[in-house]
């Protein structure tokens, strides 16, 4: 039996539209894959999203400073040892000279003396040499007037046997003998001249290495005495001693810190600033710290150019007459003024600019926000200025960027 063309037509037609349709839509979310495959959706409650704005600027840093004495010196152990008396407490102010502790090293006392007996051994043996040249000076000065006066004796002989001879009272053999001994007075007289004018050169030489030497040996002595007499430490200068924290008993080791002094008469206040500012900070620069509730001028007076965790030390004098009551340790938030204000087109700081580095920032268009090139300049605690790239009314993300890895686009949720 026979069924009609007519319906099975009408079926057909309806399952091919409709897979057309099915094609086109998988088109359509194909190229619109496509097209967006440069960005994504993200959460709108996790963004923070700011103004741009215009108004006045002027380019300043905000930190934290801490008040430090102008002048601290640190105490350090010269030699190791137990401690065994403590004088002062931590805190006290003290004078220069005051002992701070005692110290017992039986090693370093029994070098001591040890060293002390041979070094006054030795000087003990210059000395008696010492002694023994002038007494050889003192023994040929003695023979040499003991010839003198024999020389002189034998010369009036001499005399009196020339007249004798001449007379032909004595003989030939009695002249010639009183004659040669003359001759031998003399010679013997010449020679001890000639060795006493060497003998004191050689002295004189002798002693003034010797000298030296005991002069040395004398300091070596006040050397050893010096370091035996430093296990009692004494304060340097005076002032307020701090980080004195010590127990009887205690092994201390050589050149480890005791402790430390500090001038409590002027404080400098010392501050750390991101390294972005180096170039930027002068000697003389003006900052405001607020103490106890006044603002104070304070100017800059020292800068360490070194950078530690991105940062670097600078310090601050107070120009005029410091506050009162300052104490170590104590912390004021402090602003240092970078510029003067004028007009500028401003952007709020966030954490966009660690992400972006300054240069680009995601604009907001509705539901969209596009990635932007900009051109950003000097900074303050609250904004950055705007060079190009945006106008006031703009709407940015501030807020970090490091989620977004490298897409351009963001698909607000």
């Given amino acids: 039996m026979d069924r009609p063309i007519q319906k099975r037509n009408k079926n057909f037609k309806k399952y091919l539209w409709a897979g057309l349709s099915l094609s086109v839509i998988g088109a359509g979310i194909t190229l619109g894959l496509n097209t967006q495959s440069n960005s994504m959706y993200f959460p709108k409650n996790q963004l923070q999203i700011s103004s741009i704005t215009k108004g006045p600027f002027s380019e300043s840093i905000s930190t934290n400073g801490m008040v430090i004495p102008s002048q601290t010196v640190q105490i350090d152990a010269f030699e190791g040892g137990v401690i065994e008396e403590i004088f002062v407490e931590n805190g006290q102010t003290i004078l220069k000279g005051t002992p701070l502790l005692k110290l017992s090293n039986t090693a370093l006392s029994l070098d001591f003396m040890n060293r002390e007996t041979q070094i006054i051994e030795q000087i003990n043996n210059l000395r008696n040499t010492r002694i023994n040249l002038e007494q050889n000076k003192r023994n040929v000065q003695e023979q040499l007037v003991d010839i003198s006066y024999e020389l002189q004796q034998q010369e009036a002989q001499y005399d009196r046997d020339s007249s004798l001879y001449t007379q032909e009272v004595i003989t030939k053999a009695e002249f010639e003998a009183s004659e040669n001994y003359y001759s031998y007075l003399k010679n013997k007289r010449e020679i001890l001249e000639n060795r006493t004018e060497t003998d004191e050169k050689y002295r004189n030489s002798q002693l003034h290495r010797i000298d030296n030497s005991i002069h040395l040996m004398e300091r070596n002595l006040e050397a050893v005495r010096n370091s ?186």
């Fill in 228 to 413: 035996l007499n430093q296990l009692t430490v004494e304060a340097p200068i005076s002032g307020q001693l701090n980080s004195f924290q010590h127990e009887l008993g205690a092994t201390m080791r050589k050149g480890e810190s005791i402790g430390r002094i500090d001038i409590v008469d002027t404080f400098h206040i010392r501050a750390h600033v991101d390294q972005y500012f180096l170039n930027q900070i002068h000697s003389g620069q003006k900052g405001r710290i607020k103490l106890d509730g006044k603002e104070q001028i304070v100017s800059i007076n020292k800068i360490f150019p070194t950078v530690r965790d991105n940062q670097f030390e600078i310090h601050f004098q107070f120009p005029h007459e410091q506050p009162a009551n300052l104490r170590r340790g104590q912390n004021a938030p402090l602003k240092i003024q970078l510029s003067n204000s004028q007009e500028s087109v401003l952007i709020p700081k966030g954490s966009f600019y660690a992400s972006s580095g300054g240069k680009y920032v995601f604009v907001v268009h509705g539901s969209e926000a596009v990635k932007t090139n900009v051109s950003l300049g000097r900074q303050n605690d609250k904004y950055i200025e705007v060079k190009s790239g945006l106008s006031p009314g703009d709407q940015v993300i501030t807020s970090s960027y490091i989620s977004f890895q490298d897409n351009d686009l963001i698909l607000i949720q």
